[in-house]
Nanobody, 114 residues
């Protein structure tokens, strides 16, 4: 089974920044498009950013201009740089494929609060 491990979350004030990391235990990581999702209590899990095998990125409107997704295929890793954080960004953040999803990891909690 593919294991997904997210890290880098924490408590940050509005306007602050965090960088999330995701490691995937899969061979030929470069073969797969990857994405970041988030889920707040009582809300549906939503896709916030994705990156293709070719490096093309796209973002949910709610995070566009503030978040940046990137990948390092040599490290089997995908990252999410989050700037200008808002309270509504508070959620558990997960990585996975944008389709044909693997089993979910435990995610990493991001809390934006003063």
């Amino acid at each position: 089974q593919v294991q997904l491990v997210e890290s880098g979350g924490g408590l940050v004030q509005p306007g602050g920044s965090l960088r999330l990391s995701c490691a995937a235990s899969v061979s030929i990581f470069s073969r797969y498009a990857m994405a970041w999702y988030r889920q707040a209590p009582g809300k549906q899990r939503e896709l916030v950013a994705r990156i293709t095998t070719g490096g093309t990125t796209n973002y949910a409107d709610s995070v566009k201009g503030r978040f940046t997704i990137s990948r390092d295929n040599a490290k089997n890793a995908v990252y999410l740089q989050m700037n200008s954080l808002k309270p509504e960004d508070t959620a558990v953040y997960y990585c996975n494929r944008p389709h044909l999803l693997w089993d979910w990891g435990q995610g990493t909690q991001v809390t934006v609060s003063s």
